[in-house]
C-alpha cells in the first residue's frame, strides 16, 4: 500500500513538472514588458494615452497612473511603485532632487506648457494698476520662471547676474507699479481663484489651465514664449534612463506621430521638444 502511495505521488509530481514546463514552453507565459509611468491628468496622462499603441508594437504594455499634485509622483518614483514620472519640468525636478535627496536622472525632454497670465479684470498687463495683486504657485521652483515672464513683459527687473531659474521675490530689483505678490495656493487651485476673481491677476501653469476649460493662447492676458528652457521630462531613478522600455518610451514621445498630436490637439498651448 506505502509502495503504491508512494507511486501515485511521484506521478502527480512528475505531471504537475511537466505540466509547467509545457506552459513555458507554449508561451503560457507573456515576454510583454509592463512599464508603469505616472502623469498629470492634462495634458501628460492624455499624451501617453496616445503612446500606449506604439508601445504595444514593440512588446511593452504602458500602465498610466494619474496624480492631482506635484508631490506624490516623485514619492512614488523614489518608492518604486512607479517606474517614471512625466509631469515636471527641468528646473522643479532639480529642486526636488536637491531638497529631498532624490537619486533621479532626466530620460529626455518632451513639451513645454507655457505658463500664463490670466485676469477676469484687466485685458492687458499694461492696464493693471499700480499695486495689483498678482496670485502665483507656493512652487517656489515655479517663482523664477514667474519672475522672469514678469520682466520680459516690463513690469519688473531682477538683479543683475541672478540665475532667473532660482530667482526669488527677494531678487526684484525695481517694481514700478508696487506690484503685490501672494504666493500661498497650491497650483491646482489657481484657475479656481481666476473663475472667481481674486486678486488682480493669476498666474497658471498650462497643465492645469487646460484642465480647467481654459484655453492658454486665447484666454491669457500674457503667456510665456515658446522658447521656454522649462521643458517637461520624463523623470527615473537613475540607471533606469538606459532601460529598453525607458527609452521606447521617449522615443515614441518624440515621433511624428505623438508631436503632431501634440500640435494639432492643443493649437501651441503645448509645444512639442526632440532635446
Same mark, same amino acid.
Request: hydrophobic share 35%.
Given at each position: 500500500? =506505502?509502495?503504491?502511495?508512494?507511486?501515485?505521488?511521484?506521478?502527480?509530481?512528475? *505531471?504537475?513538472?511537466?505540466?509547467?514546463?509545457? #506552459?513555458?514552453? /507554449?508561451?503560457?507565459?507573456? #515576454?510583454?514588458?509592463?512599464?508603469?509611468?505616472?502623469?498629470?491628468?492634462?495634458?501628460?496622462?492624455?499624451?501617453?494615452?496616445?503612446?500606449?499603441?506604439?508601445?504595444?508594437?514593440?512588446?511593452?504594455?504602458?500602465?498610466?497612473?494619474?496624480?492631482?499634485?506635484?508631490?506624490?509622483? @516623485? =514619492?512614488?518614483?523614489?518608492?518604486?511603485?512607479?517606474?517614471?514620472?512625466?509631469?515636471?519640468?527641468?528646473?522643479?525636478?532639480?529642486?526636488?532632487? !536637491?531638497?529631498?535627496?532624490?537619486?533621479?536622472?532626466?530620460?529626455?525632454?518632451?513639451?513645454?506648457?507655457?505658463?500664463?497670465?490670466?485676469?477676469?479684470?484687466?485685458?492687458?498687463?499694461?492696464?493693471?494698476?499700480?499695486?495689483?495683486?498678482?496670485?502665483?504657485? @507656493?512652487?517656489?521652483?515655479?517663482?523664477?520662471?514667474?519672475?522672469?515672464?514678469?520682466?520680459? =513683459?516690463?513690469?519688473?527687473?531682477?538683479?543683475?547676474?541672478?540665475?532667473?531659474?532660482?530667482?526669488?521675490?527677494?531678487?526684484?530689483?525695481?517694481?514700478?507699479?508696487?506690484?503685490?505678490?501672494?504666493?500661498?495656493?497650491? !497650483?491646482?487651485?489657481?484657475?479656481?481663484?481666476?473663475?472667481?476673481?481674486?486678486?488682480? !491677476?493669476?498666474?497658471?501653469? /498650462?497643465?492645469?489651465?487646460?484642465?480647467?476649460?481654459?484655453?492658454?493662447?486665447?484666454?491669457?492676458?500674457?503667456?510665456?514664449?515658446? @522658447?521656454?528652457?522649462?521643458? @517637461?521630462?520624463?523623470?527615473?531613478?537613475?540607471?533606469?534612463?538606459?532601460?529598453?522600455?525607458?527609452? !521606447?518610451?521617449?522615443?515614441?514621445?518624440?515621433? =511624428?506621430?505623438?508631436?503632431? *498630436?501634440?500640435?494639432?490637439?492643443?493649437?501651441?498651448?503645448?509645444?512639442?521638444?526632440?532635446?
Amino acid at each position: 500500500m =506505502k509502495k503504491w502511495v508512494a507511486g501515485v505521488i511521484a506521478a502527480t509530481s512528475i *505531471f504537475g513538472l511537466a505540466a509547467c514546463g509545457s #506552459d513555458s514552453e /507554449s508561451g503560457g507565459g507573456s #515576454d510583454e514588458k509592463e512599464l508603469v509611468v505616472g502623469a498629470s491628468n492634462i495634458p501628460h496622462a492624455e499624451i501617453l494615452e496616445q503612446v500606449k499603441p506604439l508601445l504595444e508594437e514593440k512588446g511593452i504594455d504602458l500602465e498610466i497612473e494619474t496624480y492631482q499634485d506635484y508631490i506624490l509622483p @516623485n =514619492k512614488d518614483l523614489d518608492n518604486g511603485d512607479i517606474d517614471a514620472n512625466y509631469f515636471q519640468h527641468v528646473p522643479y525636478l532639480e529642486s526636488q532632487k !536637491a531638497e529631498h535627496g532624490y537619486d533621479f536622472e532626466n530620460a529626455g525632454g518632451i513639451h513645454i506648457e507655457p505658463i500664463g497670465v490670466y485676469s477676469k479684470k484687466y485685458k492687458s498687463l499694461e492696464d493693471l494698476p499700480e499695486g495689483a495683486t498678482i496670485l502665483m504657485s @507656493n512652487s517656489v521652483a515655479d517663482h523664477g520662471r514667474i519672475l522672469t515672464l514678469l520682466e520680459e =513683459k516690463g513690469l519688473i527687473t531682477l538683479n543683475d547676474g541672478v540665475d532667473k531659474t532660482k530667482a526669488t521675490l527677494e531678487d526684484i530689483k525695481e517694481n514700478p507699479k508696487k506690484l503685490k505678490f501672494d504666493y500661498e495656493y497650491e !497650483a491646482a487651485l489657481l484657475p479656481q481663484l481666476y473663475e472667481n476673481e481674486e486678486g488682480d !491677476a493669476v498666474l497658471i501653469n /498650462s497643465n492645469y489651465a487646460i484642465d480647467a476649460g481654459l484655453n492658454p493662447l486665447k484666454d491669457s492676458i500674457a503667456i510665456e514664449d515658446s @522658447n521656454s528652457p522649462y521643458v @517637461n521630462v520624463i523623470a527615473v531613478n537613475k540607471g533606469d534612463e538606459n532601460k529598453e522600455e525607458v527609452k !521606447a518610451l521617449v522615443e515614441a514621445l518624440r515621433s =511624428k506621430e505623438i508631436q503632431d *498630436f501634440i500640435k494639432e490637439e492643443w493649437d501651441g498651448s503645448v509645444v512639442p521638444v526632440t532635446e
